[in-house]
């Protein structure tokens, strides 16, 4: 028993100390779009933002506020209306005759081999002329020179594609817990600053801000390759990089938020049609990631009360650098770096989130997202 421990600490400390500590750099490294410098006028190619909600009325004025409000000479805004049946349309149109940027798509009937969310995308690109698209979550807020400081990243390294990771609204003490830790494994999984890297395979994509070259998005085959894509905005990262274009990352707290899900059970909830997907639906996939969740963030923290020796000096090591790795995401996050010591609590509710997704899944035989039900057989052909 003291044998095993001393290699399943040792594989724990391993794995911090080499691939934790590399991605740490990594995220020391990425770019603020608050350090760039903003566009010039005439340095300002035409925009069009992009988006689709459906039963958003609680977000939706606050949102698309901020996108009326931006301070960029060319650009419009198309928004989709995808079958809500609360005043979503009735915001959008109004909001419309207001403002002529705004132009809205209303959506009746889902066609067959679409999922909601890529369908009002590609619709919303069908009516668009911007050189350069935005995609973004009918949620997500703005700062008003969001666009000028992206357009400019974007040109400073040639990049076709950038994605902004921007900040997640958090409510009381479990949200915190739950979202920091998303956020570490977030990092872990995509090794943001690699993402610019031509030769790796690493890619990214986030929901509320991917800005892209419209070649670049024709070119890699649009949402139409995207059409039964659950993780639509990562797999538009994917589809983008593996085309052959530039894509990066920078760092946007300031330029970007979300209000995601309040609270820990509509957190939970929320991440149920997610979490499975993002393992390409694969019960096998999920059990190695629960054990490597088990084996690095809770293990040695476990040990640190039953071990001594090397197994107590490894716990320690494995422990602090998982501390200070959490405690540098949070600081990024904008809430307190003692939050790191939560990482254990906040492995075990991932890894609840991730089983519930996979039997929630599996039961269901499929997922339900914005009100319709979708087959998992459907799904897993339609992966990308």
Not at 129 to 134: D, F, M, P, R
Request: hydrophobic letters at 50%; glycine letters at 8%.
């Amino acid at each position: 028993m003291y044998i095993f421990s001393i290699i399943l600490l040792s594989l724990a400390a391993l794995v911090w100390f080499f691939y934790g500590l590399r991605t740490a750099w990594g995220a020391l490294h990425l770019p603020w779009l608050r350090d760039i410098s903003p566009a010039l006028d005439d340095e300002c190619p035409f925009i069009s933002i992009l988006f689709t909600a459906r039963d958003e009325e609680e977000k939706l004025s606050r949102a698309i506020a901020t996108l009326l409000a931006l301070d960029y000479p060319c650009y419009e805004i198309i928004a989709v209306d995808d079958r809500s049946v609360d005043s979503t349309g009735r915001i959008l149109e109004e909001l419309a005759r207001i403002h002529p940027r705004l132009r809205v798509i209303h959506i009746s009937q889902l066609p067959p081999g679409w999922l909601g969310k890529p369908h009002g995308l590609q619709k919303a690109w069908e009516q668009s002329s911007g050189e350069w698209l935005v995609f973004t979550d009918a949620d997500a807020r703005f700062s008003s020179d969001i666009l000028r400081r992206s357009i400019s990243l974007a040109r400073m390294h040639g990049w076709d594609h950038l994605t902004l990771l921007g900040q997640v609204e958090m409510v009381g003490f479990w949200e915190t817990v739950s979202i920091t830790f998303l956020g570490l494994g977030f990092y872990l999984a995509t090794d943001p600053y690699r993402v610019s890297d031509p030769r790796s395979r690493r890619y990214l994509g986030i929901g509320a801000f991917q800005l892209l070259r419209r070649t670049a998005y024709e070119a890699s085959g649009t949402h139409r390759r995207l059409a039964v894509e659950v993780v639509d905005d990562m797999k538009l990262g994917k589809i983008v990089k593996l085309s052959g274009f530039r894509s990066g990352v920078a760092v946007a707290p300031e330029a970007v938020s979300v209000r995601w899900h309040a609270g820990l059970g509509n957190l939970v909830r929320g991440v149920t049609k997610n979490f499975f997907a993002a393992s390409g639906f694969n019960p096998l996939m999920v059990i190695v990631q629960l054990l490597t969740l088990v084996s690095v963030s809770i293990t040695p923290f476990v040990a640190l009360f039953f071990t001594h020796g090397v197994s107590f000096t490894l716990a320690v090591v494995s422990t602090v650098i998982a501390v200070c790795f959490h405690s540098g995401v949070a600081i990024a996050m904008r809430v307190s770096p003692l939050y790191g010591l939560t990482h254990p609590l906040g492995a075990v509710i991932f890894s609840y989130m991730l089983l519930r997704s996979m039997a929630v899944t599996l039961w269901l035989r499929g997922i339900i997202w914005r009100g319709t039900f979708y087959p998992l057989e459907e799904l897993r052909r339609g992966r990308v």
